[in-house]
């Protein structure tokens, strides 16, 4: 009889036990992903600051070397060197428009990637500005970044603009 209550002792410990770490376990998990979340958020403003000023030091250091874009209208641009020479001579040239991104709200989401890094995606709107100009908002689309985590040093390897359409509402920002 005593050898019975001790096994049914054990037993309510051992699924105690289960319980208990799996709970805790879970609830690591979400402070893992919360983690990543507030990572990769971060990154991903401190990229936009850089592309938005044309700070092409900083900028280039958001990626790896065999990184590719994938542009619905323009593409796939391979390689970081062919990136930097697009963003050099197109985007930051000071005779061109300047563009200027701004992420949607609400649109924004941060998923892991398991034992790679994660995903951001999300939709963003561009604003164009010409010299002697208003700035005009011009195009909405979406997005989706890959980022690695390699050797605690976060980089993009895959980025993915698509569906860019016209805004629906009034082109001019006020």
């Keep these: 009889m005593l050898s019975k209550i001790n096994f049914r002792k054990t037993i309510i410990c051992t699924l105690c036990i289960a319980l208990f770490s799996g709970l805790s376990l879970h609830s690591q998990s979400n402070q893992n992903i919360e983690s990543l979340k507030t990572t990769i958020l971060k990154l991903d403003t401190k990229f936009w600051k850089s592309y938005n000023t044309c700070d092409i030091n900083t900028f280039k250091t958001f990626f790896v070397e065999d990184f590719e874009f994938y542009h619905d209208k323009d593409g796939l641009t391979s390689g970081l060197s062919k990136l930097m020479n697009t963003v050099e001579h197109s985007l930051c040239n000071t005779d061109n428009p300047r563009v200027r991104r ?12 398991n034992k790679y890094g994660a995903i951001i995606t999300g939709e963003h709107v561009f604003y164009v500005s010409e010299k002697g100009k208003e700035e005009r908002l011009t195009e ?17 390897t895959r980025v993915l603009s698509y569906d860019h359409q016209p805004p629906a509402q009034d082109t001019n920002k006020k």
């Design 102 to 113: 701004e992420a949607v709200k609400g649109s924004i989401n941060v998923y892991p990637l």
């Design 140 to 156: 909405i689309a979406k997005f989706t970044h890959v980022w690695q985590n390699k050797n605690e040093e976060w980089k993009m």
